[in-house]
């Protein structure tokens, strides 16, 4: 399942660096992950980049975006060509 930011976003703009897939950017007023990008890091870490950065633990799992571990790795492939 794709991550989400919650509310309580301090927008430091951390986990925008780690995102593997650039599904995060600068929203309205908080940060925001692009669930169609989102692979949880998937294919290239062990877990989620932008929740281990994360100095207020605001990324969270987004019920309404779940994916299981075949279909986050099938979307790796799809945005990167591997």
Not at 16 to 28: H, K, L, R, T
Not at 32 to 57: H, L, N, W
């Amino acid at each position: 399942m794709a991550l989400k930011i919650i509310d309580d976003c301090i927008c430091c703009g951390l986990c925008v660096e780690q995102c593997p897939n650039d599904a995060i950017s600068e929203g309205d007023p908080i940060y925001v992950i692009d669930p169609a990008r989102c692979t949880e890091c998937v294919g290239f870490f062990s877990e989620p980049q932008c929740v281990k950065v994360c100095p207020v633990d605001v990324i969270v799992q987004d019920p309404e975006h779940v994916e299981t571990q075949e279909e986050l790795l099938e979307k790796k492939k799809r945005l990167h060509g591997e």
